[in-house]
């Protein structure tokens, strides 16, 4: 209830509180809402491309961060479902016409149906279990797309028609902006949810939650498999972006690079990683120059961050707000933190 | 009769660490299990709250067998339990910690933010509610586990050496807490090495040792059992 | 199947299988003992192989002599990765051990593998043959390089198992693999025997990778297929359990043999890993595992 003379405040602070629900702070929305007129302020096509891809790698590791962050499974076949998702939608396309839409989401769901066996498989144990199950998947996954050569093409590459008639960024700088928006906020939701609830327990303390009344294998699958879909989804969107796929677009490297990023932004937020794949793609676009020493210092900056700063940037801000309100408190009392 | 055991064995290897252990605890009582240490009692724990699987005997909660259910089964069934060395969800905030067992405890909430700020209160949580769970300390994480195990509306209360570790003068209110647990009708089973603590909260008690019950009883008529004293003594020998 | 196709599969099938006896060991020993899942496992494969390489052909070795200065240049870069990484991850680490700590070793399999690529480059670095020549066996002709590959695998898995059971260190880090808190009660210097157990599963790899030289000449990602190779073992035996990777390898060796034959090459690890699929659903701990906890 509000009453007329706090109408106004009221009427903001709903506002804030619904938005809130969809994971979005005032903050978030304008940075969206920024990035969506960066095609109309950039006119330069290279760096609008590098943006899209950046919302590609960004989604991807919004994805990887869901079950990496909440329920510590750093899934390791990550490019190879992202792979299977990007070659059921372009072998849909190119053998049976399906339009490349649908193609999207039947790769989506096709990579969300490789999880679901994965995790019922080993999430029964230790997280490490589906992260090895899942990278063996991977492999074999390009181990045949390399030799079904009549289907795939191989190595030589398979040719996939894009989604608009255009090799221009513009309009797939919107379609993967929609796309990261939607699992943005998705992925916010859930994790801000009471399912997010039983996530974290899970991935803390698996035997507490037990007790807690949490079944895991059930929440852990339910996780695995919105993730793997994220991965599918990102996958048919490169195949129609790129509109041409090897099978190296599975292969381990491309895990550790969306898990760089996932952990650069710090796990457990979604957001973080969102953001560190604007700060990190750039970069080593900038580094590409360097050859083989860019996946060199890949490797060191993953090393260093595990040992130095687990946390990324996400426990980073954590860590100013933290200070910020516990002097806020200690000025005005107990207040909840806007932010969360 | 609320919980009843009847030849519970477990063994691990060749190892008998739970041997024909057979014990019934009464509605609404505090129920103690003592014995030295090794004699099996957070493993006997264990198979009651499902971590572990008996090979043989059986478990009847509420006339209803229960053995070898997962501990996610018993948490709906009605039975919650802490933990020897405290848990916890270390980057969840306390609130959130006890809202976990509110939601998934097996009961509809209508406002399980608001329940489980109401239990936290009753176990006389004194910390800041958003606190990360990771920065408080034992005695703040012993009160929000017990919260956390009320929240799942269980009618059977297992308690891992919960009086561990407390300063004499911390006690009387940690047995005053137990007591209003128990009067709000939770029924408790507790492992506890404290003497003071057993004298003051327990209306029965079972001996355990090596694995074997070797009494069962009022507490005063268990305290001067000679067989339990000569385990007990036994013990104090060793050390 | 005629009898010398069959003798033809179970030879070649144990050759393959000496190799990732040797390779699993190691795996297995370091996840038991460290509890770390190791990636760049192969990647000590691939630096054997460089190191025998370049001490055949620059240093101008025999290959005995270049077989075991690989083996000891894999035990000094492990010991040193060690110390450099997981010494301090483990000062520092509050919990997430095994996700972070394989997370490093991804990273470090990251760098050594580019490393390798922008140092010495992508083609292949071989030698035609160690000892030339070729041996009969039951009717069948193999190469004698082969035949000494496998011996020498299996000569190291024979003195590391003496090592475990019968020398003071060696009980120490069974020990640290059983309990560590007991091992360390009793005295042992858990940082001595982790650098130790490191660098020993590290030379092992490398002793692996140099063997096969003249058979798999080096190349920098050469490493990945060893490497998956041998978590196809451990996982099909059972996380930490050392004895059981002995069969498990010749088990996957013979396993394959049969399925690259039958179906061929490309369907042997589609078969290999439904196999695994298998004995995950009936027994989630591997064949011979203990109970892992969630």
């Known amino acids: ?340 | 009769m609320l919980l009843k055991t009847e030849g519970v064995e477990k063994r691990f290897g060749g190892l008998v660490a739970v041997k024909d252990v057979s014990i019934t605890v009464n509605k609404g009582e505090i129920f103690g299990l003592i014995g030295p240490n090794g004699a099996g009692k957070t493993t006997f724990l264990n198979c009651i709250s499902g971590f572990y699987k008996p090979e043989k005997g059986k478990i009847t909660f509420k006339e209803q067998e229960i053995t070898g259910l997962s501990p996610t089964q018993l948490c709906h069934k009605g039975i919650a339990r802490t933990f020897q060395i405290v848990r916890s969800f270390p980057k969840l905030s306390a609130l959130d910690n006890v809202k976990v067992a509110v939601v998934y405890g097996g009961k509809q909430h209508k406002n399980p933010e608001k329940h489980a700020k109401e239990l936290m209160d009753f176990v006389g949580f004194n910390a800041a509610k958003d606190v990360l769970a990771d920065n408080l300390n034992t005695m703040q994480l012993k009160r929000l586990e017990l919260a956390r195990a009320l929240a799942t509306n269980s009618e059977l209360l297992l308690l891992d050496e919960v009086a561990a570790g407390l300063t004499p003068s911390e006690l009387p209110d940690f047995i005053d807490l137990i007591r209003r647990i128990r009067d709000s009708g939770v029924t408790i089973i507790c492992i506890e090495h404290v003497m003071k603590f057993i004298m003051g909260v327990c209306d029965r008690i079972a001996v355990l040792n090596f694995g074997a019950k070797i009494a069962e009883g009022a507490v005063e008529e268990i305290l001067n059992n000679p067989e339990v004293m000569k385990a007990y003594l036994g013990e104090e020998n060793v050390h | ?294």
């Open chain 3, 1 to 294: 199947m005629d009898s010398t196709v069959i003798s033809d599969l179970l030879v070649g099938g144990i050759l393959r299988g000496g190799m990732y006896v040797l390779m699993a060991m190691g795996l297995s020993l370091v996840f038991g003992v460290m509890r770390i899942p190791n990636f760049a496992h192969g990647e000590f494969y691939m630096l054997g192989a460089y190191f025998s390489y370049f001490a055949c052909t620059l240093g101008g070795f025999p290959p005995a002599i270049a077989i075991v200065l690989a083996g000891i240049g894999g035990f000094v870069c492990g010991a040193l990765m060690e110390k450099v990484t997981f010494y301090p991850l483990r000062k520092r680490s509050r919990g997430d051990w095994i996700m972070n700590s394989f997370l490093v070793t991804a990273g470090l399999s990251f760098i050594l593998q580019n490393l390798a690529q922008a140092l010495v480059g992508t083609d292949f670095k071989g030698v035609p043959q160690y000892w030339g020549g070729s041996i009969n066996f039951a009717g069948l002709s193999v190469s004698t390089d082969r035949i000494v590959g496998f011996l020498i695998a299996m000569a190291s898995v024979a003195i590391f198992w003496l090592f475990l059971k019968k020398t003071r260190t060696g009980n120490a880090i069974r020990a640290v693999s059983e309990h560590e808190t007991g091992a360390m009660l009793m005295g042992i210097e858990l940082n001595k025997i982790h650098t130790l157990t490191f660098a020993l599963s590290s030379m092992l790899a490398a002793i692996a990778g140099a063997a096969l030289l003249s058979i798999i000449p080096a190349y920098p990602t050469m490493g990945l297929q060893p490497l998956y190779k041998s978590w196809f073992v451990v996982i099909l035996v059972g996380l930490g359990n050392i004895q059981a990777t002995i069969i498990g390898g010749f088990l996957v060796g013979v396993i394959e043999a049969v399925s690259s034959f039958s179906l061929g090459a490309m369907w042997q690890d589609v078969v290999s890993l439904s196999i695994i699929i298998l004995v995950l659903l009936v027994k989630p701990t591997g064949l011979f595992g203990k109970k892992m906890k969630v």
């Open chain 1, 1 to 340: 209830m509000i009453s007329e003379k706090s109408l106004e405040t009221g009427f903001v602070k709903n506002l804030k509180h619904n938005l809130g629900n969809f994971g979005l702070s005032p903050v978030a929305i304008g940075l969206f809402v920024l990035l969506g007129f960066a095609p109309y302020l950039i006119g330069d096509e290279y760096i609008l491309r590098l943006l899209v891809i950046s919302l590609l790698f960004g989604t991807l590791a919004m994805g990887f961060d869901l079950s990496a962050g909440y329920i510590d499974v750093a899934n390791w076949g990550y490019a190879g479902l992202m792979g299977l998702g990007a070659y059921t939608s372009a072998l849909l396309l190119t053998n049976l016409g399906i339009s490349p839409w649908i193609g999207t989401l039947a790769g989506a769901f096709m990579a969300a149906i490789f999880g679901l066996l994965i995790g019922v498989l080993t999430l029964k144990m230790d997280g490490m279990f589906a992260a090895i199950l899942a990278w063996f998947i991977g492999l074999i996954l390009m181990a045949l797309t390399t030799s079904l050569t009549g289907l795939t093409r191989g190595a030589l590459g398979l040719n996939v028609d894009l989604y608009f008639n255009t090799g221009w960024s513009k309009p797939y700088f919107y379609v993967i902006f929609v796309i990261c928006i939607v699992t943005y906020i998705v992925l916010r939701r859930v994790t801000n949810s009471n399912l997010g609830l039983a996530f974290s327990a899970l991935g803390q303390d698996a035997e507490a939650a037990r007790t807690c009344g949490v079944d895991p294998m059930k929440y852990k699958v339910i996780n695995f498999t919105i993730s793997c879909f994220v991965a599918g989804l990102c996958g048919g969107f490169y195949a129609h972006f790129m509109g041409i796929l090897t099978p190296d677009i599975m292969s381990t490297k491309h895990t550790v690079e969306v898990l760089v990023i996932a952990y650069i932004g710090g796990r457990r937020s979604i957001w973080g990683p969102l953001l560190a794949a604007f700060l990190v793609v750039p970069v080593f676009e900038y580094l590409n120059f360097l050859m083989e020493f860019k996946y060199v210092i890949y490797g060191l900056l993953l090393i260093l961050v595990m040992i130095f700063y687990p946390g990324g940037i996400a426990h980073f801000y954590n860590y100013i707000v933290g200070i910020f309100n516990e002097k806020k408190r200690k000025l005005t009392g107990p207040e909840s933190n806007p932010f969360a």
